[in-house]
Structures are given as C-alpha cells and as structure tokens.
C-alpha cells in the first residue's frame, strides 16, 4: 500500500512559478511509476507529467512542455514538479499517481493506469 500526500500549491501571478512535492510512504515506493494530473473547475482530469521508476522515461503533456519539470529523489520518497512560466490556463487541483509497474509505456497518460492517488493540492494562476 502506498499513501501519496502533495505539498506546496497556492497563489501564484502569471509567469511565475511552484514546486509541487509528492511525498509517498511504503518502501516499494522506488520502483513505481509516478505522474502528475490536474483538473480543472468543470473540466475533465487531464494528464500533466509522468516519471518512471529510476527517472529513465520522462513525458509531458503538450500544453506544459518546456515550461514544466518531472523529477524524483527516491531515497526521499518524493516526487517534484518544478512549475515555471505559470499561465492562468494552468489553475488546477493537482493530483500526484502512482502505478505498481516500473513504467507504463503507453498507458502513461491514462489515468485508469495508475492504482495511487493524493488529495490533491490547489494552484491558482492570476492574470
């Protein structure tokens, strides 16, 4: 069993940027395949980054590319989400997932393929 909390939403202006934190307990925890989503008052959850487990296989949604990095300190069983260039289309609850398989090829963005999920933490970009 894996427990997932996220950490460090808020307020932001446009441009400027957040680092989210997924802490996760269990000690298998190294050999998971971990993602971010985010959804979106009224909007389906979307896919926003995925990390496999040794950080080997890293994808991002088109919409955050270039501006968004995945990465992971397993040691810490903590997963990050560096956030720059925020934008107002980026407000969103922000989920941290976790999958039992060291990676999950091309299931990644589906979120059926994750078993794992945080509360979410809120991030709001004003204009």
């Known amino acids: 069993q894996v427990q997932l909390v996220e950490s460090g939403g808020g307020l932001v202006q446009a441009g400027g940027s957040l680092r989210l934190s997924c802490a996760a307990s269990?000690?298998?925890?190294?050999?998971?395949?971990v993602a971010w989503f985010r959804q979106a008052p009224g909007k389906e959850r979307d896919f926003v980054a995925a990390?496999?487990?040794?950080?080997?296989?890293?994808y991002y949604a088109d919409s955050v590319e270039g501006r968004f990095t995945i990465s992971r300190d397993n040691p810490r069983n903590t997963v990050y989400l560096q956030m720059n260039s925020l934008k107002p289309e980026d407000t969103a609850v922000y989920y941290c997932?976790?999958?039992?398989?060291?990676?999950?090829?091309?299931?990644?963005?589906?979120?059926?393929?994750?078993?794992?999920w945080g509360q979410g933490t809120h991030v709001t970009v004003s204009s």
């Open positions: 990390i496999s487990w040794n950080g080997g296989s890293i």
């Open positions: 269990g000690r298998t925890f190294n050999r998971y395949a």
């Open positions: 997932a976790a999958a039992s398989d060291y990676e999950l090829g091309y299931r990644t963005k589906n979120a059926y393929a994750y078993d794992y």
